[in-house]
């Protein structure tokens, strides 16, 4: 079946410990997102990439980073830096040119302790 | 002022009910424009997209309005399996890839 994995579905971590976040996507889609969702709020974009080894900011991009090694996967990293990690994470990736509706994976809800 | 707006909620109607969202957005560039679902701690989930003609998907009506920079969502005939957080998505303007999402409105449809 076809669709963008995330994992792991749940991560704890202490304070001042960066984490990496999983998302890999088997839809052959060029462009990938990384969305932030905190608590009654709408999502927030993080970064996004429309192709391989190249990447944006989007409006939240402070103390965190991320990669684009292969169209397949977009890893985000919560740094130290990030100073209210805990959070909803969603990666999401569209087919590119043409299209503008985002395909959600199930999401990674980060807690840092 | 937000980009995308949304009365938050909740909307609480009996089933059967007739229930409209409506949603603002700020930048009079933005391009194309989205009705998602999203169950509670789940991923948000594309309903339908928005024409400027309006467009119909079974008991779900969505209606474009450019001149006043909103969107609507009708729901007709609700069932229980309606309760969700309804977000309003806007593609922005220039040069903007990404879409913007309003924070959503909750519906509760009880029995």
């Known amino acids: 079946d076809g669709g963008i994995t995330q994992s792991p579905k749940y991560l704890f971590r202490k304070e001042g410990q960066n984490v990496t976040l999983s998302c890999e996507q088997n839809l052959n889609h060029d462009a990938m997102y990384w969305y932030r969702q905190d608590p009654g709020q709408g999502l927030r974009l993080i970064y996004y990439?429309?192709?391989?080894?190249?990447?944006q900011k989007g409006d939240i991009a402070e103390g965190y980073s991320v990669s684009r090694e292969k169209k397949e996967s977009f890893p985000l990293t919560v740094t130290s830096a990030q100073k209210n990690p805990t959070a909803f994470y969603l990666c999401?990736?569209?087919?590119?040119?043409?299209?503008?509706?985002?395909?959600f994976g199930p999401g990674t809800r980060l807690t840092v302790l | 002022r937000k980009e995308v707006e949304q009365d938050p909620g909740p909307f609480n109607v009996p089933e059967g009910a007739t229930v409209a969202f409506n949603c603002t957005y700020s930048?009079?560039?933005?391009?194309?424009f989205f009705w998602y679902r999203q169950d509670c701690r789940k991923e948000p989930k594309l309903l339908m997209s928005v024409y400027s003609s309006g467009n119909e998907d079974g008991r779900f009506t969505a209606q474009l309005n450019r001149a006043s920079q909103y969107i609507s969502l009708l729901i007709r005939d609700s069932k229980l399996s309606d309760s969700a957080t309804y977000l309003c998505?806007?593609?922005?303007?220039?040069?903007?890839?990404?879409?913007?999402f309003g924070s959503g409105t909750r519906l509760q449809v009880q029995p």
């Open positions: 998505v806007v593609k922005g303007g220039t040069g903007r890839r990404a879409l913007t």
């Open positions: 930048n009079s560039a933005s391009q194309s």
């Open positions: 999401a990736s569209t087919s590119g040119e043409g299209t503008d509706t985002q395909y």
């Open positions: 990439s429309q192709i391989v080894n190249d990447f």
